[in-house]
Structures are given as C-alpha cells and as structure tokens.
C-alpha cells in the first residue's frame, strides 16, 4: 500500500511538471509574445521591449521557468494588467463561488442519477430504461448553452417561477442568500452531470449483477433486496468515488458555459471574460489551478480506489 | 460538452448460462439462433460483427439518419439556392414562408440555405478533428506501448499532464491565441483531444504485443515499425474506429460551444452552433422559433447519432459477442 501510494505520488510531481512546461509553452504561443497580447497590437516596439525587460521575457527560457516555478511555489500566480489585480486575488473571490455551483450541481445529480441509474440496471430493456436512457442521450447530444436557456426561457421568463439571472454579489454569503436564483444553475448543471452517473451507474450495476458473489448471495437465500443494496450497491458505488475524482476537469468545462448563461459571478464567467480581453495571466493562472485541482483529484480517485478495493494495492 | 463517453452496454444477467456454449455472453436473439443453428459455418469478421451492428435497431436508424443529415448539407444547396455570403436586410427576421422556408435571421439570411451551410462546417470541423486526433493518437499509443519500458513511462506522463489540463480551457486559450479560420478550428480541437485516443491505443498495444504473432514478427526479422502499423494497429482498429465515432460528436459539441462564447468559426462563415447561439438572442423575443430549434436539433439528432453508432460499434467489435 505504502509503496503504491509512493509511486503514486512520485507519478503526479512528474505530470505536474510536465504541466507546468506545457503551460509556459502556451505563453508563449501568444502571436509576438505574452507582452505584445497584453499590450495590444498597437504598443509600439520600445514599449514591447521596455515590458519584455521589466517581466525578464528577454531572459533565457531555462532562467524564465525557474523564476516562474518560484513565483508559482510562493504563491504568486500573475498580475492581470487587465483587472489591475493579482490572479490570485481574484482567484480567492471567484473560486468559492465556482465551489458552491460545481458542489451543489454535483449533490443534485447525484441524488439523481445513483438510484435512477440502479432503477435502469434492475429494470433493464423496460419502457422505463428506455425512457431514461433517451433522456441521458440527450444530456450528452445537447450543447450545455441550449439546455440551460431552454430552463431560462420555460421557468424564468415564460411562467416567472425562478429569475433568470444567477445569484450577483461578491461574497459566498450573498450568493448563498439568494436560493431562488440557484435553482436554474445548479438544476441546468445538474443535468449535465445526471447523464454521467446515470450511465455509468447502469452499466456498473449491471456488470455487478452477473458476478460470482451475487450467485452466491442468492443461492445463500438473501433477498432480492439485500442482493442490490447490501452487495451489488456497494460495490457499484467504488467506482462512481474514483470517476467522481476523474471528472474533475468535465466538471469545471460545464461550470464555464453554465455561469456565462446565468451571468454567475464565478471563476467560469471571469474565465470567458479573461478570454474575451485577452487577459492571458487570468487565463494561464487559472488554468494552472484547474490543472493542479484535477491532479489532486486524480490522486485522491486512486487512493480512495486503493482504500476501497484491495486488488489494486497487490498489483 | 462531456469528454467521457457514455459507458459500455453490458449483456441482461438472466442470458449468462449461455455462455457454455457460445464461449461469450449473448445478446437474446443471438441465443435463440444458436439454438437452431449451433454448428453455423465460419464467418469473415467483418460479417459476424455486422450481425451484430445490425441487430441494433437504433444504430441502424442512426446510420439512416446521418445519411439524410448529410445529404441534406451537402447535396441541398443544389435544389435549394441561397445567398449565404451578402446580407439582405430588406428581409430581417422574416417569417417562414414559400420563398423563405424556413425563415430568416436578423441579418436577413435565408435559415434553411443557412443550415445547410453551417451543418457542412459543423459535419467537416467534427470528421476532420476526430480524424487527426484519431490518427496522431494512435501512432502515438502504439509506439509508445509496443517499446515499452522508460521511454513509454515518459511518454504516458506527458499525455497525463496534457489530460489533467481542463480540455474546455486549453481549447479556449488556443482560440483566443490564433483567432482560428475554420481550418486552424480542426486542429485546435485535436490538439488536445488525441491525448486520451493515445491512452487507450496504448492500453491495448500493451496486450496485443504479449501475442505470438506480433512476437513472430522479430523472430522473422521485421522491423518495429512494421509491427506496429501492420500487426499491433490493425489489431486495435475496433477501439481506434468507436472512439472516433464518439469524437466527431464530441468536437460538434465542442465547435457549437466555441461558437456560444463567440470564439468559434468567425462570420460569414458558420456552424450550427453558432447559429444557435445566435438564435438563442431571440428566445426572449418569442416567436422567432426557427433561428433556435432547426440548429438546435440538428446538432441534437447529429451527436446522439454518432453516439448510438459508437455505441454498437463497440458491441460489433466486442468479439465476446460475436458467435465463435
């Protein structure tokens, strides 16, 4: 186990670094260089050249990197020109509300797509099955956008049920004020993620079914229902923890369109608009921080995998 | 927008018995075949997974789909002439009518003509990116699983880093960089989606290099190379063409979600997304139905197409459900 969770470990440094190379690589894909996108095509060369001295672009890759996985290690993700704050400033603003939207969509389809997905396993190649799976087809097939404008335009404009608008304000407590504006967010993400779990819940159960220890449980009298929840349930359940963990980055994808729909003061909305003003340290700095959460979470799959189930630990 | 596809569809447990005879699990009517005919006469692969391909209602209505979707994009502008290019603001927002049939836009573009437009971009961005990734993510996998050793360790952490990164923000950040024409869109979309081509195509390299007859390959003095691309990716080839099915709808979906936050196909040019994106202003408007739902469920009846047809084809190569 020890040595597992050390390669392990030892795995997720070198992909870190590799991230990080891949990233300043990024940097300087910008056309004419990081200085010239946030300067604008107009700044003239000495402007550029004063800039490129001042931020150490003139310096050798090798010494840039250095500097910047110092910076990186203390902390500092960037200045954003454009927002005339640090990233990290705007990170710790922006990041908590995101929490709040990924956790809450997250729980939502959960609750739904666990037992719904154990309903299509048991269930299975019914008119019900099939009902649910056309509606899990159509989480995968539907742009994000449509899916949460489509609830805008039906609970929120058409019959005034919910405002249309995300909960605005800048602190975790104003947004959490204002549950009525949740509901669209969090139901539209909601149902992306249903899909996920749906799915995969069927077929996990599924396979679980026709295992040996189901035989056995059976053939020792215990009953249908103790068969489903108190073994096959179970056993299902490890490995939505481990997707849970693997899903990190179509988490964050979903919360990206998701707040620009609802206007969500998150780390998505400011994301698109770092995209929008060319504001490359928004975007390098949170995408780092993106990467780094889906590292963890990778890691925190495997483990929870290797606590949950011993056969991975001895392989 | 989800990167992982719909999980593998697996046999009903009450037909598991079957299994002592056909060597794997079988679909129902399967099973009642091999009853009448236990002892068939060997089949080519290719006919024996058809069988089973077809035995898929829903694929086969899917294929019947996406030939119509395509003829329509591709061999329609031929009946229906439109001027897809210059704006006609005389007719801003018409309604549908015979000599407009399915509308305008605002700008005064003939919806239908438009439809068939942008579905070409969105049909030829999705095929091509899925081709690309398809393809460098497999020469990729295979090398790297057929040598093994150090250098495949090097090269699978390389694929993690590029995976861990959020594939939608990459994807962002290298729009805003190239301020992408619809050419440079296909390789902005491949760019990072090869990555988990490569993983899998790895993951059964690593199997299929164990076998006798990629080991016969040394024994007789051919090359790596030859191994690779005459014995190891053939082998693979039903894995390769499932997830290239799932790629194209999933760079669709992507190309339509570009498309929303304006950083897609760049006007006049257009795609389904941005088409629906751009109906999407209306919504509030009412009454402008055809700017939103036509695109909307182009894109819709496209991507769960292909997601159906990925779906069987991953049965079809499935050899535990072909008849031995």
Known sequence: MIGYLIRRLFQAILVTFFVTVITLLLVHLFPGGPVRAMLGPRASAAQVAYFNKQYGFNRPIYVQYGKWIWQLLHGNLGYSIKLNQTVASELTNRLPKTIILVGLGTVVSLLFGIPLGIYQAVRRYTVGDYVLTGISFLGYATPTFFIALLLVEWFAVDSHVFPPFAPQGDTVGAVLSQPRALVLPVLAYGFLLYALWSRYMRSSVMDNLVQDYVRTARAKGASERRVLWGHVFRNSLISIVTLLGLSLPTLVAGAIFIEVVFNYPGMGYAFYQAAENVDYATLLGFTLVATAATIIGNLLADVGYAVLDPRVRYS | ?324
Not at chain 2, 37 to 56: D, I
Not at chain 2, 110 to 122: A, F, Y
Not at chain 2, 182 to 193: C, L, S, V
């Open chain 2, 1 to 324: 927008m989800s990167m992982i596809t719909p999980p593998p569809e697996t046999p009903p447990a009450e037909l598991a018995p079957a299994e002592a005879d056909g060597g794997g699990l079988l679909t129902a009517v399967e099973a009642a075949e091999l009853g009448l005919a236990p002892a068939a006469k060997p089949r080519s692969m290719l006919r024996r997974g058809w069988e089973v391909f077809a035995e898929n209602k829903l694929a086969l209505a899917s294929i019947g789909v996406l030939v119509f979707i395509v003829a329509f994009c591709f061999v329609g502008p031929l009946f229906y002439h439109t001027d897809q290019v210059h704006t006609n603001l005389s007719e801003t927002l018409c309604t549908p009518s015979t000599s407009h049939l399915l509308g305008c836009n605002e700008l005064g573009y003939d919806e239908l003509g438009r439809l068939m437009v942008g579905g070409q971009t969105s049909l030829e961005v999705g095929v091509a990116a899925a081709l690309v990734s398809v393809i460098v993510g497999t020469l990729y996998g295979a090398i790297s699983g057929f040598i093994g050793g150090t250098f495949d360790a090097f090269l699978m952490r390389v694929v993690d880093a590029g995976l861990a990164i959020p594939y939608i923000m990459v994807v962002i950040i290298l729009s805003v960089v190239f301020h992408p024409t619809t050419f440079i869109m296909i390789f902005i979309i491949a760019a990072f989606y090869w990555l988990g081509v490569a993983r899998l195509v790895r993951g059964e390299t690593l199997t299929l290099r164990t076998r006798e007859y990629v080991q016969a390959v040394k024994v007789i003095g051919g090359g790596r190379g030859r191994a690779v691309v005459r014995h190891v990716v053939p082998n693979a080839i039903g894995t390769i063409i499932v997830q290239a099915t799932f790629a194209i709808a999933d760079s669709i979906l992507l190309l339509a979600g570009l498309g929303f936050l304006a950083l897609g196909v760049q006007p006049p040019a257009t795609d389904w997304g941005s088409m629906l994106s751009n109906g999407l202003n209306y919504l509030e408007g009412g009454g402008y139905w055809w700017l939103i739902y036509p695109p909307g469920i182009a894109i819709i009846l496209t991507c769960i197409a292909f997601n159906f047809i990925g779906d069987a084809l991953r049965d079809a190569f499935e050899t535990r459900l072909q008849r031995r």
